[in-house]
């Protein structure tokens, strides 16, 4: 994808956002045209998980995933979910370029990418945090938005313990642009919980890329 090449890396504006354990960096780096277009390559080139991979289980039930989900990694990378664990597929190309964009604007190479889509406003994702033994955890999670722009709200674990325990922090709420990138910086996943809420008024669809980097497990 020659055109995010000719983006300028050096003029982009960087945004902080601090917190208690928060650290995050937020830029739109790639115009509104050039997004729509690789928005449009996304829609013709991937192909999302079905059966099993399309599934969660909580509490012994299985439900199906409320958005659509993928991941490409390179050879010898797993992706486990749900306690099942598969390959990560192999690297489609219009996501090799926002691979290869991201080690042009942070020098990061990452080796993992998990891809959502959000068909509507309806699809949406839980209260989580990416805090898996096998992220290697000095390297920021890069999460990269088109489309729909969507409500990005972080917890602190503090503020979600019930009763006594619990602090008055206030959520974090991050409107997540078309042609967006979050740095979600360490320790941002050890102590905030993230998640992307229903929006049920909101029609468009958006696909979401969070890049990741893995401690390489040795067999
Ligand atoms: O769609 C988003 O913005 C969030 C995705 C996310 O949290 C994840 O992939 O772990
Ligand atoms: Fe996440």
Do not use: C
Request: aromatic residues 10%.
């Amino acid at each position: 994808m020659e055109k995010l090449k000719n983006i300028d890396v050096t003029s982009v504006v960087w945004k902080s956002i601090q917190g208690d354990g928060l650290n995050l960096e937020y830029a739109v780096p790639i115009n509104k045209n050039i997004a729509s277009e690789i928005f449009i390559e996304l829609e013709n080139t991937l192909e999302y998980f079905t059966g099993d991979l399309s599934q969660i289980k909580v509490f012994g039930k299985v439900y199906p995933l409320p958005r659509q989900q993928v991941a490409y990694g390179d050879p010898g990378i797993t992706y486990t979910y749900s306690g099942t664990t598969v390959p990560a597929l192999p690297w489609p190309e219009p996501v090799l370029a926002l691979r290869d964009f991201l080690v042009a604007l942070k020098g990061i190479k990452y080796d993992f990418v998990l891809v959502n889509k959000y068909k509507n406003g309806i699809d949406h994702m839980g209260e989580h945090r990416d805090n898996e033994p096998e992220l290697d955890p000095t390297a920021p999670i890069a999460s990269i938005s088109f489309g729909q722009e969507r409500t990005f709200v972080l917890k602190h674990r503090d503020a979600r313990k019930p009763g006594k325990d619990k602090k008055p922090i206030p959520p974090v709420k991050l409107e997540l642009e078309h042609g967006s990138i979050l740095l979600m910086n360490p320790p941002t996943n050890e102590i905030w919980y993230h998640s992307l809420p229903t929006r049920k008024k909101l029609l468009g669809a958006r696909i979401n890329l969070t890049f990741r980097k893995m401690i390489l497990k040795r067999h």
